[in-house]
């Protein structure tokens, strides 16, 4: 019933809310989106829409996507099949400039440790090899470090 409830007054704000099954796997197609494109986008300086029509960066962020399902399948979360294609479909002719590209911007540091840093952390944890999310956390770090910002 409270549920119900806020759908409905969400609903009347037009905010058109999606009542899900399992939050955990919701959560989890958010959270691979982010840790497959976000990272990629700004080491290459790409927008969402270049990675998909290079072979080699689509094959990379589809690797991110495998190991970031691989931790949550060590963790007991049954994920939604079809992750790696509804995050390359999504990228299709998007231009804009990702988040993590822009706290780069302004001198701040990005969400990498919250995202390809807790795959590979959670999946060391688990003995799993996740070395392009680890790589890419690295880079990611080298970048806060460098010139890019713009405090610096």
């Known amino acids: 019933p409270r549920l119900r409830a806020l759908v409905e007054r969400l609903e009347a704000a037009a905010l058109n809310p999606e009542v899900v099954p399992d939050i955990t796997a919701q959560l989890w197609d958010k959270f691979l989106f982010n840790c497959a494109v976000n990272p990629l986008c700004t080491v290459t300086g790409l927008t969402p829409s270049g990675l998909v029509v290079d072979p080699a960066l689509d094959a990379l962020r589809s690797q991110v996507i495998a190991e970031g399902e691989a931790v949550a399948a060590a963790q007991g979360i049954a994920l ?18 990702v988040s993590m590209v822009q706290h780069l911007r302004r001198g701040q540091n990005t969400e990498i440790d919250a995202l390809n840093g807790l795959i590979a952390t959670q999946g060391a944890a688990k003995g799993l090899a996740t070395p392009v999310n680890g790589f890419l956390t690295t880079l990611v770090h080298g970048l806060e470090r460098s010139w890019i910002r713009a405090d610096r």
């Open 80 to 97: 939604r099949p079809g992750a790696d294609r509804r995050i390359a479909e999504w990228c299709v002719g998007k231009t804009h400039e």
